[in-house]
């Protein structure tokens, strides 16, 4: 599997439990001893793991698990506990026992972009507004913005300068 979206790393977190395997790719610390001095490496390693922990960072954008390795590795003995990290475009393979008919549900829907839509939402009142973008599984909040608005006089004043907003809120959805 590759995680394309941030909708995607969440039903992966919630397809995922205590005790599935999964096959990625991680790094670790190795120590070269020779003779004379030591050197620490980070190697590259294709790993295993039996998930004992798992948790989901919405603000980074990754999925932490962390296990036992269950495949032989020159680095790494089986048996060692080992972290990994799942982010968008990482490849990975998941093993379950028994796949359930809900994690496969999610499976399809998280696959299918037509059921993925996205919707930019604003909740505004005087002096605030925030400003939501909507998929079908997930709410983020994307920015707050607040402005003094300065009360209405007659002639020329302040309020009309409150259409600024308006461009930055703009600026904020395109980045």
């Known amino acids: 599997m590759v995680c394309d979206t941030i909708d995607d790393l ?39 793991i039996k998930i004992e922990e798992i948790e989901y960072d919405q603000e980074s954008g990754e999925i932490r698990i962390k296990g036992k390795n269950v495949t032989e590795n020159e680095f790494i003995n089986v048996g060692q506990y080992q972290s990994a990290s799942l982010t968008r475009g990482s490849q990975f393979t998941i093993f379950k026992k028994c796949w359930d008919s809900i994690s496969i549900e999610n499976l399809r829907i998280a696959s299918d972009p037509t059921l993925t839509s996205d919707l930019c939402a604003i909740v505004m009142e005087e002096g605030l507004a925030n400003i939501f973008l909507v998929s079908s599984h997930i709410t983020t909040l994307k920015a707050t913005v607040t ?24 600026n904020i959805l395109m980045h």
């Open 10 to 48: 969440w039903h992966l977190y919630n397809i995922m439990h205590k005790g599935d395997f999964v096959k990625t790719v991680t790094f670790r610390k190795v120590t070269n001893e020779h003779s004379t001095s030591k050197t620490t490496v980070k190697k590259k390693l294709n790993i295993t």
């Open 147 to 170: 402005l003094s608005i300065p009360k209405k006089r007659k002639g020329p004043s302040q309020h009309d300068k409150v259409n600024i907003v308006i461009v930055y809120i703009h």
